[in-house]
């Protein structure tokens, strides 16, 4: 789902113009950014929390040729559930996280620019435990 997409089922949910939604959704996110810049933290009740992290300098290695690379310092934005929300365990129909990241409405664009904290803990492979 894209922001265009988002403002318009906003506007033909609530009967608004396309545009006042899409100006609605853009200032939603210019707050998240603002408050991520000054505080480094949101947290949004029923939804999760946005943190800015910050990651060490680091020594890796180029995966082609072996070679040893230095990795600078990064900030982040990082994404954190706790736990499937009451609202997602009732959009998804079931209480388990594993659920809820295979359901294919709720699944993570590929387009994100950092991928959300709950990414970690999958195996590796892209393979996800079966839901029940």
Known sequence: MT???L???IAAEMGIP???ALKIVQRVFDGIV???TKEGRIELR???VFEVKHRK???ARNPRSGEAVQVPEKIVVRFATFGPTAVMES???VGTRWACENHASVRP???WAVAPAWTASRPLGGSARPVK
């Open 3 to 5: 922001k265009k997409d």
């Open 7 to 9: 403002a318009g089922a």
């Open 18 to 20: 396309k545009l006042l």
């Open 34 to 36: 603002d408050a991520l």
């Open 46 to 48: 029923n939804f999760g």
């Open 57 to 59: 300098p680091r020594q």
């Open 91 to 93: 959009f998804c129909g």
């Open 109 to 111: 664009s590929s387009t």
